[in-house]
């Protein structure tokens, strides 16, 4: 049986910069949440919309850049979502660079989108870069 622990997940660099949430063993790889359960924890909504950013890139602002600064080269995205926070749009942004995402606002239509930069693999075994820390009961 797989039963849920509580975990803190550290979306920053900031002290606080922390949720509580209760986790089950799959929720974690190698003591980082996966990216099935943060989208999840941190998107209330996601729509796919791959064709978005072709026909509404000129409404767009670029909030996180999925440029890879180290190879010099900006990282293909192969699915791009309409998100609606679950979170303000600090927590939003810090967890988005941390699940390794750019993070994009359109301002004519007030949405925000992300853009998926990995392919083909479960969401459920892609790690991000949340860290978990398991806690005691408060």
């Known amino acids: 049986m797989n039963k849920e622990k509580l975990y803190k997940i550290i979306y920053g660099e900031e002290e606080n910069d922390y949720i509580r949430r209760y986790l ?26 791959n ?15 999925n440029y890879n600064e180290e190879e010099d080269y900006y990282e293909d995205e192969y699915q791009i979502f309409i998100i609606k926070p679950t979170f303000d749009l600090n927590i939003t942004t810090k967890a988005t660079e ?5 993070l994009y606002y359109d301002n004519k239509l007030d949405l925000y ?16 870069d949340l860290k978990v820390e ?5």
């Open 24 to 49: 089950k063993d799959s929720d974690i790889i190698n003591g980082y949440l996966s990216e099935a359960k943060a989208f999840e924890i941190f998107y209330e909504n996601m729509i796919m919309c």
């Open 51 to 65: 064709e978005y950013i072709k026909y509404n890139f000129e409404n767009l602002e670029e909030i996180i850049s």
């Open 98 to 102: 941390k699940m390794g995402n750019t």
């Open 113 to 128: 989108i992300t853009g998926i930069t990995d392919l083909g693999t479960s969401r459920i075994i892609v790690p991000t």
């Open 134 to 138: 398991e806690e005691n009961k408060i």
